[in-house]
């Protein structure tokens, strides 16, 4: 027989309840405030329930309603500085950390609403009708709710989507040398999500001041937390990742407020992260004002258990029992806040002149206006006005021969040794002499602290590097070892980093370099080999970047790390061996957003490029003997693309070859060609060619690899296609 040894965690894991000496003992100020505060919020949401009966508000309305407690139990001890986000059930945390906020010192029962607490209630609920005095000026509406001042990072409606944002808050706030905390809440459903785990296991490993709270309301729309997971306590999930833990009853604010409390002492001493799980219960379906009884998947008798406990009654209750409000004065403070309603709702609507008797609509006058529409989607370039510019041609400076990997590494260390903020974050980024190429050779002994060699947890690491720029006191630049594996973070890098700008009203900077390397014709296959690029642009809020000489890396990357919008800068391990000119000292030029590159200039054909192909094709073009213009496109998003120097290039020539390596399917030129044939159709003789590898990725095989990309000799078949007049 086997000799067994029991094991157990090396973190606790306790459940807390209250007694009748932990109500006694309880400040009447906290208890005061969480009646308020919870009164407030039941308010709010009822009132939120009435619009959406009426078809005023647009989209979802996922009430709060029964989990006042979890929210207002664990925000009421926070500070304006510490951070919270949350999920698209957030309506209850947003409020508890605004009103926070404006009323730091707690609420007054007897005058409940203040022009302030007002002002909040007003914002909010205009944000969740869509309209411009919103706090994201009506694009959140009731799932993107965000106010900075406050410390409400923005909740979210991707299901753990969050919590890598939190997380690199959080790391932001320890490493800004203060003892601020983040809370990222999530519901049962999220638990089990890989985005929430892989968060879990870095903030662990790191050290970071991150609280996962769980609100566990026992369903996920309908499926029951007994039918997602067989460890129905769920903040089980802590210890496995060496993180202390607390499960209470989410009923019981005060026994939330005491857990948080316990996790935050944790957290402001430098101990790292922590799990709190609060069992509450929604007493409505997932969206709207009918209760899940009427779905068929809870039964009234359960409902009603449920609704005997609620968390406003039970601080009611409480504050009774030690004759620190009677009746009276608890009905006072539901009627005051229900007045508050009445009054914001008075203010947002009137009455419906084309409809029946007693219908309201929005006041017309507060709706954004539709010019507003694209606004924000990136900054607008203010960050990097009157910055020095330079080319290769016009520089003054001394030059040496080197290869392309030396200009990254270099000019990555010119960068952090004259800005501070800047991180690089990534896989074995500190360690192999530099990464798995050289970009980083150097920099980990020279910057202790500051390259971030992660776990493999693509969304929990761009996640964090989101999350730190959003914050705002650094600048991350995050790199993917290859640029497939984005699909693996594709929440993080499109839902999350590339729409946050946007989503949250337009003004938030979210300076963040993504670096990664296109590796086809190396051999790695389907998996490590693809071209992003199509793949990006196609994504509105990401700049790319596309460098194809040394001399220009320099300045892409010392833009990219300029600008206030999430930058992806591409590199492509075919240049890193190759020899241009680099800079010998002056390493702190710009090379400006949208300018293009003119690498040849020609009269019979305008060849587009960028990265490897940009050499190819001018080894097509001496082989062919005609007379093209090759242009190296530099930047590739769709505003920044350089269309003085093409059209230009266009208007001369009458003819366009776009040139790339990739896959067919996931094709850069595709957009462009289309963008093209719009802007110049009267000034092409044919249309616009298009060279492109196959459709599938490439293989291990080294010829079936050859055969999936294109290269010099495809790029001289397209040429003669254009020459004999045949174009695409």
């Not at 790339?660 to 289309?674: H, I, K, R």
Request: glycine share 12%.
């Amino acid at each position: 027989m086997p000799r067994l040894v029991p094991l157990e965690p090396e973190v606790s894991w306790v459940e807390l309840s209250t007694t009748e000496e932990d109500w006694r003992a309880a400040d009447p100020g906290l208890l005061a405030t969480m009646l308020g505060q919870m009164h407030l919020i039941r308010a709010f949401e009822e009132t939120v329930l009435e619009l959406a009966g009426e078809g005023l508000v647009h989209g979802p309305a996922h009430s709060s309603i029964g989990q006042e407690g979890g929210a207002v139990g664990s925000v009421v001890g926070l500070r304006s500085s510490d951070g919270v986000n949350g999920s698209h059930r957030g309506h209850h945390q947003f409020l508890a950390k605004a009103i926070g906020h404006v009323a730091p010192d707690g609420l007054n029962l007897e005058s409940l609403v203040d022009d302030e607490i007002r002002t909040v209630l007003r914002r909010t609920l205009a944000e969740i009708l869509g309209l411009a005095q919103g706090f994201c000026r009506g694009r959140g509406g009731s799932m993107h709710l965000q106010w900075h001042e406050a410390g409400a990072l923005g909740t979210n409606a991707i299901v753990g989507g969050g919590v890598p944002l939190a997380a690199g808050n959080a790391w932001a706030q320890r490493h800004a040398g203060t003892d601020d905390v983040t809370i990222s809440y999530f519901g049962d459903g999220a638990v089990n999500i890989g985005s929430v785990l892989e968060s879990m296991n870095l903030t662990g490993a790191w050290d970071v001041p991150l609280c996962f709270f769980v609100e566990n309301n026992l369903y996920a729309v309908s499926t029951t937390v007994a039918e997602a997971t067989a460890e129905p306590r769920l903040s089980g999930r802590g210890p496995g990742f060496g993180i202390p833990s607390w499960r209470v009853d989410g009923m019981d604010p005060l026994a939330v407020h005491l857990a948080t409390q316990a996790a935050l002492e944790h957290m402001r001493a430098g101990n790292g992260p922590t799990v709190v799980e609060a069992e509450v219960y929604r007493f409505f379906h997932q969206n709207g004002p009918y209760p899940g009884s009427a779905f068929g998947y809870r039964t009234k008798k359960e409902e009603a258990g449920w609704r005997a406990r609620d968390p406003l009654e039970r601080v009611a209750t409480e504050m009774r029992t030690l004759d620190l409000v009677d009746d009276e004065a608890v009905q006072a403070v539901r009627r005051q806040a229900t007045e508050a309603m009445t009054d914001v709702v008075a203010e947002l609507l009137e009455a419906d002149p084309d409809g029946k008797p007693g219908t309201r609509r929005i006041r017309p006058d507060l709706w954004p206006s539709t010019d507003f529409v694209d606004v924000g989607v990136r900054g607008d370039l203010s960050e990097v006005e009157g910055a020095r510019t330079e080319e290769q041609e016009t520089f003054g400076g001394d030059l040496s021969r080197g290869k392309f990997i030396e200009a990254v590494a270099r000019v990555m260390d010119r960068r952090m040794g004259t800005d501070e903020r800047i991180v690089i974050l990534g896989e074995d980024v500190h360690n192999l002499g530099g990464g798995t190429n050289g970009a980083t050779k150097g920099l980990a002994a020279a910057y202790p602290g500051r390259v971030l060699g992660t776990p493999i947890s693509e969304n929990a690491f761009a996640g964090l590097g989101g999350g730190i720029a959003l914050d705002g006191r650094f600048v991350p630049v995050v790199e993917f070892m290859y640029p497939d594996f984005l699909w693996v973070a594709a929440d993080q890098v499109f839902n999350q980093i590339a729409k946050a700008r946007h989503m949250f009203g337009g003004d938030n900077p979210v300076p963040l370099v993504l670096r990664t390397k296109a590796a086809a014709g190396t051999g790695y296959g389907s998996q490590h080999s693809m071209d992003p690029a199509g793949i990006f642009a196609t994504s509105p809020g990401w700049r790319i970047v596309a460098p194809s000489t040394p001399f220009d890396y320099v300045g892409l990357m010392n833009t990219a790390l300029a600008l206030d919008d999430p930058v992806l800068v591409l590199e492509h391990v075919d240049l890193y061996g190759t020899q241009g000119e680099i800079p010998v000292s002056d390493l702190d030029y710009q090379i400006p957003v949208g300018s293009a590159a003119v690498r040849r200039e020609g009269d019979d054909v305008t060849v587009i490029s960028y990265l490897s192909m940009v050499a190819k094709a001018l080894e097509a073009v001496d082989e062919v003997g005609v007379d093209a213009e090759v242009i190296d496109l530099r930047w590739l998003d769709r505003a920044s693309i350089d269309w003085e120097t093409i059209g230009r290039s266009i208007r001369k020539t009458n003819a366009v070859l776009v040139v790339e390596q990739g896959a067919v399917g996931t094709s850069y030129g595709g957009w462009l060609a289309d963008e093209i044939q719009r802007r110049y159709f009267d000034h092409l003789d044919q249309p616009v060619a298009r060279v492109t590898g196959a459709e599938a990725s490439p293989s291990i095989s080294k010829v079936l690899e050859r055969a999936a990309i294109a290269g010099t000799e495809e790029v001289v078949a397209g040429l003669r296609r254009v020459v004999d007049g045949f174009g695409g």
